[in-house]
């Protein structure tokens, strides 16, 4: 809700709000209506592993469902030790083991792997640089990504790691700016990904670098500036541009609720949509004693849950196109 990932807690909260008040006018989780508590998960908040233990501690609530960055799933890992249900929405390095933790989003394999083979072989893409925040999942969606680039026939020629929020990145740029890679490969959160595009559009580079992210969706895209989107890529399992049927009814539902000034919709908002509804399944999975696998519930996407390893969804490759994205393939 605040921070440098701040931008994108008005649209989590709505979405989330949306799959709640669904649920429970279809009669709630066995005649008990579902309530939402909202914590604001910030990397810029401290204690957050003894806030989660305390209201486990305390009662007060029976599920957690997350939508934060990796580095806060840590702390909340480490105050809620397997107690409760945690549902974590967003995208992630892979990987993810922890007794009770249930991972729903993409992972570099499926996310970053296709995104890169493609932009290699049709956009002649082979030198690359890689620029991302300092915490796990840049770091480990990197080391994975050399390996993408290498396969496909491309070079790595740098890594780059800035602090959360840090908003410097003059160095970097000059660096792209003597370099000159074909693409380069960002890992950045919120408001950094923000200050970086918006300096890498004004340096002049659009034009000559192609630029690949997997966290900038609709909010970001609009805070960087049409001027500033040249050759951005995106790779991303929703865009609230998809026209499929699903995507279109959940609009509709949306709007009608929350109006035509609504939080903008997006990846990282919508996976807290899925992540209400599949922490719903859950619950009813255990009162009936089932365990069938994969796991059903009501998304919008139509993933599919085996286990944190096994996850169907869609990924899509789209290029924005001003103030919007335009889907250019489904990997």
């Known amino acids: 809700m605040s921070g ?13 709000t949306l799959a709640a008040e ?24 401290d204690d957050l592993t003894e806030t989660t233990r305390e209201v486990i501690d305390a009662g007060g609530i029976e599920a957690i ?16 030790e397997g107690r409760v249900p945690y549902v974590y929405t967003a995208l992630h390095e892979g990987g993810e083991r922890s007794p009770g933790v249930f991972a729903l989003g993409e992972t570099p394999e499926r996310q970053l792997r296709p995104a890169i083979e493609i932009l290699v072989r049709e956009w002649s893409a082979r030198r690359w640089m890689f620029i991302g925040n ?12 050399r390996g993408y680039v290498g396969g496909a026939g491309g070079d790595v020629l740098e890594e780059h790691y800035v602090a959360l929020g840090s908003g410097e990145f003059d160095d970097v740029l000059q660096r792209v700016a003597d370099l000159k890679p074909d693409a380069v490969l960002l890992s950045l959160v919120g408001q950094d990904a923000i200050d970086f595009n918006r300096a890498f559009g004004e ?35 929703y865009f609230g541009a998809l026209s499929d049927d699903g995507n279109m009814s959940f609009k509709e539902r949306y ?12 990846s990282l908002g919508q996976s807290t949509y899925e ?3 599949f922490a719903a399944a859950l619950v009813r999975r255990a009162l009936e004693a089932r365990s069938p696998c994969p796991l059903d519930f009501d998304g919008v996407r139509g993933i599919t ?8 969804y869609p990924v899509h490759l789209a290029r924005a196109d001003g103030h919007a994205f335009q889907v250019v393939k489904s990997l």
């Open 203 to 237: 340096a002049g580079l659009g034009p000559r670098v192609l630029r690949l992210s997997c966290a900038i969706e609709e909010n970001i895209l609009l805070a960087i500036g049409a001027s500033n989107t040249e050759n951005l890529f995106v790779s991303s399992g």
């Open 134 to 145: 300092d915490y796990e999942w840049p770091w480990i969606s990197h080391r994975l990504s």
């Open 4 to 16: 440098v990932a701040g931008i994108w807690g008005p649209s989590a909260i709505a979405c989330a």
């Open 305 to 312: 849950w085996t286990d944190n390893a096994h996850v169907g």
């Open 275 to 277: 992540g209400i509804r």
């Open 255 to 266: 709007h009608q609720r929350f109006g035509p000034r609504a939080p903008t919709l997006n």
């Open 22 to 45: 669904e649920i429970n006018r279809a009669g709630g989780l066995y005649g008990r209506e579902l309530h939402l508590k909202c914590f604001n998960a910030s990397d810029e908040v």
């Open 65 to 80: 469902v997350g939508m934060h960055t990796s580095s806060v799933r840590r702390a909340v890992i480490a105050g809620c």
